[in-house]
Every structure is written in C-alpha cells, then in structure tokens.
C-alpha cells in the first residue's frame, strides 16, 4: 500500500525536551503533510510542503513546532520543548500535488510525553 | 469552516453481515478518500473518489457531489474488517479533512 516512511515508531520524551520525527516521502512524491492524531482520534492538519518550501501550516505549528523538506534528505517535524498534550500520533503523508489526487499516508510516529 | 461529519461513530456487526457508513460534507469538494485504520494506527488506503462508484471485493464506496456526502458499504464483514473508518475530504484547500471516524467491531 504506502512506501511513506516514518522513524522512529515510538518516541518517549520528558516534557521540555525536543522531540523529533523523520519521514521519507513515497518516491516521486513532492508534496508532503504531517497530521497529528489525538487520543480520541481526532487528525489536525499541522502544515504541508511542496518540495521544500511550506504551502500552509497552523498556528501551533509556527510556535513550538519546527519541519523541514530538505532536499535529498528525510523530512523532520521537531517539538522544540515537549508538553503532555503533544502526546499523540504523528502521521506523514505525501502525494503528487496538494489536491486532486491521491494521499498516502506513513504508518506514523507514537509520541509519549511523560 | 470545512466540516466532515461521518456517522455512526461505532458499529458493530456479526460475521457475514453488511452495513454502509457515511460522511456528509459542509460543501462542495473535489474528492473524497476512505482510510481503515488499524490497532497499530496504520492508515490503509481503501478508495479515492471523485466521482460515482468504486468496488474492490467486499467494499463499495460512492461519492455524490452534488449532494456533498459520500458512503462506504461492506457486505460479507470479516473480522480482519475490525478497525476504525475515516473518510477525508479534499476540498480543495491542499490539504485533506478527516471525519471523526467510525470504530467498526466484527463480530463471530
């Protein structure tokens, strides 16, 4: 199904400490999204590139979250000081643009604040 | 702002049966996908529509634009079928929108 590559599967981290997470978008790919899925499984969209400049990204995101594209190298979304409502799944996704078409997703990265 | 709303939010079905979920739209969008997901949070990809009737085995989804709501039928449910059922709305904006899930329990 998907080739979205996510690492680590499991992070656990104290909370002020960074936290963060790679993808490797599916090959050919170069628009990629990074969601967070809460306990109750509610996805909130954090932000989006295309190759490597940022298309859209949320206000949380701009605060305490960093990503980057780079190119030839993993995607990263970084928590700059890690707080327990940041406990949640984080889920890479790329696709061939930002609409029409269709999105695959990583199998994502488990995040425990403690 | 753009809303998906998808129900039921849990079903449970005995082995062999069938049922549909559906998702609702607050307007018009350009696609719809359908994801399972898994007891370790894998997202499996079931159908990308943008438009009419897609089938693969026991699944069949259908997405009415004009009406902004989309369905997802299972006949002959398995117990793999297990997990929870997202659909997603491309509306345009780049990015997508998932509905709030419906937790699917198969049954023996």
């Known amino acids: 199904n998907s080739k979205v590559i996510q690492t680590p599967r499991y992070l656990v981290k104290g909370q002020g400490q960074k936290a963060k997470m790679r993808c490797i978008p599916e090959k050919g790919h170069p628009v990629v999204f990074w969601y967070q899925q809460n306990k109750n499984n509610e996805f909130k969209f954090l932000i989006n590139?295309?190759?490597?400049?940022?298309?859209?990204q949320i206000d949380m995101t701009e605060k305490r979250f960093s990503a980057e594209c780079p190119s030839n190298s993993p995607c990263s979304l970084e928590i700059q000081s890690s707080e327990a409502g940041d406990s949640a799944l984080y889920l890479c996704?790329?696709?061939?643009?930002?609409?029409?078409?269709?999105?695959?997703f990583g199998k994502g990265t488990r995040l425990t604040v403690v | 702002g753009d809303q998906v709303e998808q129900s039921p939010s849990a079903l449970s079905l005995h082995e062999g049966t069938g049922s549909a979920l559906r998702c609702n739209f607050t307007t018009t969008m350009r696609a719809v996908q359908w994801f399972q997901q898994n007891s370790r949070g894998s997202l499996i990809n079931l159908f990308y529509?943008?438009?009419g009737t897609k089938e693969n085995g026991r699944l069949k989804s259908t997405f009415n634009s004009k009406e902004s709501y989309s369905t997802l039928h299972i006949r002959d449910a398995q117990l793999e079928d297990s997990g929870t059922y997202f659909c997603a709305a491309d509306y345009g904006n780049e990015k997508i929108t998932f509905g709030a899930g419906t937790k699917l329990t198969i049954k023996p």
């Open positions: 590139f295309q190759n490597q400049e940022v298309l859209q």
């Open positions: 996704a790329s696709s061939l643009t930002g609409m029409d078409t269709e999105v695959f």
């Open positions: 529509l943008a438009s």
